[in-house]
């Protein structure tokens, strides 16, 4: 597949690395010099410089070929135009990264395929949600779910005392429906087989059917069973939005931010929520407003350092559960180190978005994991892909992937080796990056790739 990509940011930077990766075909507009010469130097992608928005841009017969234009400059207006350009030249598909509420709400959306934009993503509302979902799952550090819910991942750090430690997999008992998929381990990801252990501190990956993951959190036991206070630091756009999410489901909010018109704004359209205009790093506040008995503390400012900061002073006062925004994923390993529970990257969540849409239509969903240590993919079994109608023994899967359930006829299967992949099977596939091209092709419609 061709794809042009509009804009050289980050995550414009690391679409064009997943994709260059699994060979296909890229090309990265670029205006500013400097972020243009960082593509160019680091990736095998072609790159030109210019505005992505310009109608005589897109005249250029190599951008007229692509199969599809994703923009993702800092300017809403930018990547809109951007594609409403690319699709009067001929792109077949469009993406555009879109921050402004007044483009991205619901009514909002037919106007936006009018003008040609196939899909808007708005990285801050995926971060909202996706810290709604671990907040309502309280034993969990990340909760991904698939086949419209029926399957569920979810990832815990193992204490010391936990009866699944220094057991062999093969060994270990599991509530039925349940997989080990992944283990982090010091900031490694493994693929395991049935030889290898869980020890303490571990990250475990589990996925299974939807009820059994459920009995699975009760042998994770956390102070309280239901998420009921929430403390917000940072009233931007993620927290705005995660704010009247919580609220929606009944969670007492406070936020706290050090910008007046942020906070009176927010205040606005809270109904119950608490905005509380003060900085987040004063130990006097925090300790005021009962800091130590919220249930979790959200660092969402604009500055990794800061959040990480406010994330340990929370700790020390006994917030039990921290989540902190990253805007370098590549901190990521270190502020878990330290002692931070949670640490998400709206970048990498939002190119996990848009590399399912790159990716082949029978690829459902993609989660990237830890930083994008590795992926979580939900893919539908074609008729013609070279795994059907095999059991997964002689399916040829590369090391360092696995399987972690199969969906048929809308129930749940935890496979093993003699288990058959059937057209139609909604599989959940782990890897690790290096290994995700591979995996792709084994399941590729032979047939729709022609």
Known sequence: MRVVIVGAGKVGYILAQYL?????????????????????????????????????????????????MVAVTDSDEVNMIACMSAKHAGIKRTIARVRNQEYAEKDKLKFNESLGIDLTINPEMVTALEISRILLTPAALDVEDFADGRVRMLEVKIPNDSKFTNIALSQLTLPQQVLVAGILRQDRMLIPNGNDIILPHDCV???????????????????????????IIGAGRIGRHLALILENVGISVKVVDKDRNRCQELAEILNDGLVLCGEGTDID?????????????????DDDKLNLLIALIAKHLGAPKTFVRVGRSDYTSLMEQVGVDVVLSPRVLTAGVILRQVRRSDIVSISLLEGAKAEAMEIIVASTSPVAHRKLKEAKLPRNSLIGCIVRDKKAIIPNGDTSLEPGDRVIVFALPDTVPTVVKLFENKLGSK
């Open 285 to 301: 506040l925090l300790m005021g407003e009962g800091v130590g008995e919220s249930d979790a503390v959200i660092c969402l400012t």
């Open 205 to 231: 990956f589990f996925v299974g059917e939807h009820s059994a993951i459920k009995k699975l959190e009760m042998h994770f036991p956390v102070r309280k069973s239901k998420v009921e206070r929430v403390m």
């Open 20 to 68: 260059s990766q699994e060979d296909h075909e890229v090309i990265v507009i670029e205006k500013n010099d400097e972020r243009r010469a960082i593509v160019q130097n680091s990736l095998d992608v072609m790159t030109i410089a210019g505005n992505g928005a310009s109608p005589a841009m897109l005249l250029d017969s190599e951008i007229r070929k692509a199969d599809l």
